[in-house]
């Protein structure tokens, strides 16, 4: 067993206009956090091959894609972004949402992208 406590989370991968915290990360899997504040959106970004599952722990999420299809996220709700999906984080809300991610795969965790 292992404990990693919030205040020992590491540096996550870098994607402009949001923070991420890694938990764990190992051969195949790679857990964390992600912050986003109040009224901003994300760099457009994808995960590579890998398989995402979001909880949103508080606040509001909207996740759009290239194709203009968005998810509105709020607390309390589940999200997946499949393997490559090119997409964004937006925070509508007044206040910062925190969420926690589960991430399934190899290769790249994160690849920012122009759009």
Known sequence: MQLI????LGEGHA???????EAFAGEGVWTGTVLLPAGTDSAWHHH???RNYLYIVRGLA????EEGDQLDARTGDFVFIGPYEVHREVNPGSE??????FRLGEGPVVVNVEH
Do not use: C
């Open 62 to 65: 909207r996740f759009e894609n």
């Open 5 to 8: 406590t919030g205040d020992q």
């Open 15 to 21: 994607t402009p206009g949001m923070t991420r915290k």
């Open 96 to 101: 910062e949402s925190e969420v926690v991610l």
């Open 48 to 50: 590579g091959e890998h």
